[in-house]
């Protein structure tokens, strides 16, 4: 038995995480009973939700218990399997955390089949949780319509990147909100928005008002503060406001002092018969066949792109993750685990 | 012919309305078309919506313009007809406004047929606009379910107390607000609420903990503020906000300084994958057959009661709906502008 690194959680970060909240430890791995396969974890997801992991808030999931390895969704090949569904080198989706290895016994573990072109590590990204994020709430919550007009944030990550390009595909017209004009070129370039607006503009809530000049049907929230104030006024009758993550307000400790901008959402919401509705991907279980066949064919056209911005080396997802929570990544943010067997 | 009197709105209020805002004035009225008919206000309807057609902010309905007729339902008498649809006599429901007398051509006009034992007037109340907000409201958003927890304000008002009643009958466990240990005493022995809780108390807060020990399943909005804030934090997972008023907010000129809520009811509503959704009763117009079958149903059976708050003559109609929107009224808020010919 090779022997395991993993990243536990050391202790809850008071407002914004750090590295010392986490540390590095060098374990012994079990060896295998009936019904357990060992997997290697060749790409960690690194995702906002982690945040909400590291609190003991209350919350739709348990939180990371303090001393445990961090939650999260990798790209694993099986190393050795004493489970019957399993053989060794199948290369799966499953939910280990951060770790190099891990036993486990098969439960919520699903092979993925690589599709030619396609690297495996879209099973965390645009072919998995981001990907299916983004489908399951533009269908059940979002609706977008042909004409209409979304706007998303975070546009050049995972899921706003999805967001964008499956409503383009609907017909919609894709107004994304990124931070820097790097991140909006490439939006606009490559994932197709109508337009993409820098949120750290002095301006930006102008730019918002005539890049929505029919007003805003659909946004897609999940980053709250600035992007949202903005978005209220513009709401249109009967829009939907899918809310996925509030990224800017996760690490925050206290309620910010200043205007009280609460009457204005619900001032908003009565007057166009707004609605807003909170999800987790995991409640929409049952649409995960419609889109990994919707999705993979989406991909395979090159209708649905992505991007990725990898980190080498498991001792660096903390670096990582709190750089992500900063906005600090480009695309889809991976760890490199280990080698990738399929290239 | 007779002369009329109306109500007219002359001029829009800046933040809290005053008498000074209405003029009252003698017209002549036109004599009849063929197609139309005359009918004699007998109760005209007050209600918190009024406010916002004061004002020419954005809205889902047009504002009352400076000089015209304030906007309202009525349950009138057609004193003559030119509309085969009609005939002198009838008793009907229909929106003419703060008038006295009014000429129509008919169209949104409905022939109330009296129910034994039940006054007419509410065909503007539980068995007109109100009944069926709280109806359709609590049918197509709030979705009461067997076993869980409804909380309302304004739980002695016409919509609020409704709501509780149909939640009643859904089997919930109703939690109302209200100001003041008169309406809440009433709210719990006529209405039938399980608690009600004067928002008005020091300890409104921890108050509305101790009644909602499981947590609130559905919390109907039509007041905001307090209430609001003190719900957020015990909403429960895929809990239901219907928004239906925000009276506390109506007549405000600027957002609130202090501590911005905002990302409070977010982080709720992501957390909890609560829906939040404004609506207004005239876009369920389809589920009106089914609601008169169902509150008449409920009214006979004495399952659902209500209160009216009767004022007399038109020219108290504003200090009517000044109170109002002070919460001063007890109940159903009717004027009584000529006599009832089923009495």
């Known amino acids: 038995m090779p022997t395991n690194t993993q990243v536990l959680l050391k202790r809850r970060p008071d407002g914004e995480p750090s590295e010392s909240d986490f540390e590095i430890v060098t374990t012994d791995l079990p060896s295998l009973e ?3 396969i060992l997997t290697r974890t060749i790409y960690l997801s690194l995702d906002p939700y982690m945040r909400g992991r590291m609190s003991d808030a209350r919350s739709y999931a348990e939180p990371t218990p ?11 090949v099986v190393e050795e399997s004493k489970n019957e569904r399993f053989k060794a080198g199948d290369i799966v989706v499953t939910h280990t955390g951060w770790q190099a290895y891990a036993v486990s016994d098969g439960k919520g573990v699903r092979t993925l089949r690589p599709i030619e072109g396609v690297p ?3 099973g965390v990204g645009v ?12 269908k059940n919550i979002g609706e977008p319509k042909e004409g209409e007009t979304l706007v998303v944030a975070a546009a050049s990550g995972p899921v706003g990147a999805t967001v964008g390009q499956i409503a383009k595909i609907k017909g919609c017209r894709t107004v994304g909100v990124a931070g820097g004009p ?3 070129d490439y939006a606009v370039k490559e994932f197709g928005f109508d337009a993409c607006l820098d949120h750290r503009a002095d301006d930006f809530e102008d730019q918002l008002a005539a890049a929505c000049p029919d007003g805003i049907d659909v946004y897609w929230e999940n980053v709250a503060g600035r992007v949202l104030e903005a978005v ?5 009758f009967f829009s939907r406001m899918p809310v996925c993550g509030l990224i800017s307000q996760y690490s925050m400790t206290d309620l910010p002092e200043g205007t009280n901008k609460l009457p204005l959402l619900m001032r908003a919401i009565l007057t166009n018969r707004t609605r807003v509705q909170g999800f987790i991907v995991t409640d929409y279980g049952s649409d995960f066949k419609d889109f990994i066949t919707d999705m993979t064919g989406w991909v395979e056209s090159g209708q649905v792109k992505f991007k990725e911005h990898r980190i080498k080396s498991l001792e660096n997802a903390p670096g990582g993750l709190l750089g992500l929570l900063k906005g600090d990544n ?13 290239i």
Request: charge should be negative; include cysteine.
């Open 232 to 236: 209220i006024p513009h709401l249109n």
């Open 182 to 184: 790097e991140k909006c």
């Open 330 to 342: 480009f695309g889809k943010t991976l760890v490199e685990v280990s080698d990738d067997p399929t």
């Open 120 to 122: 495996i590590s879209t």
């Open 127 to 138: 072919l998995g949780m981001p990907g299916m994020t983004a489908y399951v709430g533009l």
């Open 34 to 36: 009936d019904g357990q």
């Open 66 to 76: 303090v001393g445990g390895v961090m939650t999260g969704g990798t790209v694993s």
